[in-house]
């Protein structure tokens, strides 16, 4: 069974960076895509970023554009969500995706097949 533990998460300072880790395992890793998302209190889940499998292709939400990045490590099993410019309006619980044999960046959560448990980012202003 496929589990995904997101970890990195805190309290850091309007303008700060943060850089989000979630480790895959339970599967092979290489056959899924990735993808980020965020939900803040009272507010819907929503997408963040994402990368192929292969880690050719990204996409990114407008709101994180030039602030957020996406990488993966498949030799780790791992993928990473670097946070620059950090704002207020991105405190969120960030929870990692896996979409299993997908073949294009995938921004619908319905599309994603596993999820991690979260991880809290609160940025300070």
């Known amino acids: 069974q496929v589990q995904l533990v997101e970890s990195g998460g805190g309290l850091v300072q309007e303008g700060g960076s943060r850089r989000l880790s979630c480790a895959f395992s339970g599967g092979t890793f290489g056959l899924y895509a990735m993808g980020w998302f965020r939900q803040a209190p009272g507010k819907e889940r929503e997408f963040v970023a994402c990368?192929?499998?292969?880690?050719?292709?990204?996409a990114n939400a407008d709101s994180v554009k030039g602030r957020f990045t996406i990488s993966r490590d498949n030799a780790k099993n791992t993928v990473y969500l670097q946070m620059n410019s950090l704002k207020p309006e991105d405190t969120a619980v960030y929870y990692c995706?896996?979409?299993?044999?997908?073949?294009?960046?995938?921004?619908?959560?319905?599309?994603?097949?596993?999820w991690g448990q979260g991880t809290q980012v609160t940025v300070s202003s």
């Open positions: 995706a896996a979409d299993f044999l997908a073949f294009m960046t995938q921004t619908n959560p319905d599309e994603y097949d596993y």
């Open positions: 990368i192929t499998r292969s880690g050719g292709n990204t």
